[in-house]
């Protein structure tokens, strides 16, 4: 991991942490849930609150302003419209992208779920999709989320991610290391 990225990903955590344990405390973590599902949604759809989160040409002031506005209007947990704020007054909230992931994973965790990433070359049916989600329980021993994506350059297979384990078997992947074997030769 990059620097920035591993110092993004050591404030997210953080304030991961001290969200789902106020959260937790408050007996609201449906709520918290609630409010990443929205937050994140909200993300997605709208370039402007991305514009948002991470402009440096906006002060302090008008981030909280704006994000505040946001949350109360979507009507987001207290514990979350809080840290936004002060999010914002800290000029952290470039981190809200993956203070989210970390906040589901702990809602996982806390629920003995685990979440996998799994990127096919076509869409999985549902009968794969079910036969591929019991596999992966066996395997990790916990309920397993899966985040299904297509990526049509895998050729065939999948490219499964759960935790820090990565499992690759996709035709692109064999390609490319027989093509390295084919290099050692000639």
């Not at 002060?86 to 806390?110: G, H, S």
């Not at 397993?144 to 990565?166: H, R, W, Y």
């Amino acid at each position: 991991m990059s620097e920035p990225a591993s110092i993004s990903a050591g404030i997210a955590q953080r304030y991961a942490a001290a969200i789902f344990e106020i959260a937790k405390e408050r007996k609201n973590l449906s709520g918290l849930e609630t409010s990443i599902n929205d937050l994140e949604a909200a993300l997605n759809e709208s370039a402007d609150l991305r514009g948002v989160i991470s402009s440096p040409l906006l002060s302090r002031a008008e981030q909280e302003a704006a994000i505040s506005a946001v949350a109360k209007k979507m009507k987001l947990a207290g514990v979350m419209q809080n840290a936004l704020a002060l999010m914002a007054q800290k000029r952290r909230l470039f981190v809200v992208p993956a203070l989210l992931r970390a906040l589901r994973d702990q809602l996982a965790d806390e629920r003995g779920e685990i979440t996998a990433d799994v990127t096919t070359a076509q869409p999985l049916t549902d009968a794969q999709s079910k036969k591929l989600a019991e596999t992966l329980t066996k395997r990790v021993g916990k309920a397993v989320t899966m985040n299904t994506a297509v990526d049509e350059s895998l050729i065939g297979g999948l490219v499964v991610k759960v935790g820090s384990k990565m499992i690759d078997t996709s035709i692109r992947s064999k390609l490319a290391s027989l093509q390295n074997v084919m290099k050692e030769v000639g």
